[in-house]
């Protein structure tokens, strides 16, 4: 499974739009990218996932590069609740593990 | 309502002892994972199960064991051969067929003390 390189820490102000990135060059033909936030002590929650194609859903977007060697997570108007631990996670279907990284810290603030 | 549920939220455990953490899911997934998390730290594999009766070594299985005899159950016994079990460990499911999206979906955790 290939690894992927996201920041470390991230601060977004209320309303605004938050753009994650995630480098994943390593990332195979048959691997898709997922992501996951995690809120204090809680388990991961699922946002969302895509292949080569664009996704859209109702939490959030994904921008995969053409190349997709890197790819962005829209959270499109951030609020405080969105404050979390965000993991791009890439992943080969069906059955492959997912190995997470250090995600990002994203501080969501009034 | 369907889901991952484990059991107990809270364990303190003495040194040396063995300990079993519970791992149920009502979604007829196939899939079963189990995951330590260190503060401030990602999450690392520690075992996976794609079908009943059969279980894989994730990335730190060294002292842990598990057992898959249900496809609704994955218990996950902590040994005391593992040197730092003080963690907070996640169990996860997802489904397998080509329809399936992937997701994996999540337990709340258990988070076992060693004093």
């Known amino acids: 499974d290939a690894k992927t390189t996201q920041p470390t820490s991230m601060d977004c102000a209320e309303g605004r739009a938050a753009n994650l990135p995630c480098n994943h060059s390593t990332i195979s033909g048959n691997e898709y990218v997922y992501w996951y936030r995690q809120i204090h002590s809680q388990g991961p929650q699922y946002i969302i996932h895509g292949l080569k194609n664009n996704e859209t859903n109702e939490m959030a977007s994904l921008i995969i590069t053409e190349d997709r060697k890197s790819s962005t997570l829209i959270l499109p108007h951030a609020t405080l609740r969105d404050t979390a631990v965000y993991y791009c996670i890439v992943r080969v279907l069906p059955g492959g593990k997912l190995i997470f990284g250090q995600g990002t810290e994203l501080s969501v603030k009034p | 309502d369907g889901g991952i549920t484990q059991s107990p939220k809270y364990l303190f455990r003495k040194e040396g002892q063995n300990v079993t953490l519970s791992c149920e899911q009502n979604l007829n997934h196939d899939a079963m994972y189990w995951y330590r998390q260190d503060p401030g730290q990602g999450l690392r594999l520690i075992y996976y199960s794609q079908i009943v009766n059969d279980f894989q070594k994730g990335d730190i299985a060294e002292g842990y064991s598990v057992s898959r005899e249900k496809k609704e159950s994955f218990p996950l016994t902590v040994t005391s051969a593992q040197k730092n079990p003080t963690a907070f460990y996640l169990c996860?499911?997802?489904?397998?067929?080509?329809?399936?999206?992937?997701?994996?979906?999540f337990g709340e955790g258990s988070r076992l003390t060693v004093l």
């Open positions: 996860a499911s997802s489904g397998l067929g080509q329809a399936n999206t992937g997701e994996l979906f």
